[in-house]
């Protein structure tokens, strides 16, 4: 078991941040069609409702604002992360693989039964990050 030298914080993690230039698409896109609810807004910047991790959106600007680095001001290239959801059965992947597609998901792979075990589509966000739903067959 690996023990951490930190003295105080616990190597978990409690959010998943995306930094974006193009903000008010990612946003509506989270919102709208992933369905997340928004639970604080303040300017350029979003947390969503999530069970468990949460989940936050903001600008380059803010971020370059916020830690003094001017390096988030720099155009990124998507598929900077992944989210994994978890559609809890192999039936429910196609459904919701196509309702995402039919809301302005990109679609980048059609539901399949991978070797791992799980039937997965892949789709992307308007950044170009790619995000999988799954469910174990």
Known sequence: MHTSNLSRMTPRINMI???????????????????????????????????GVRLALSTTQVMAHATGEESYTEKKAGHAFELAFDAGSPAAVDTD?????AKGATAIKEPSDMPWGQRTAFFADPDGNIHEIFANL
């Open 17 to 51: 941040g995306i930094i974006t230039s193009n903000f008010d698409t990612m946003l509506a896109f989270y919102r709208d069609t992933l369905g997340f609810d928004i639970t604080l807004q303040m300017d350029e910047f979003a947390e969503f409702k999530s069970d």
């Open 97 to 101: 693989f196509a309702t995402l597609v």
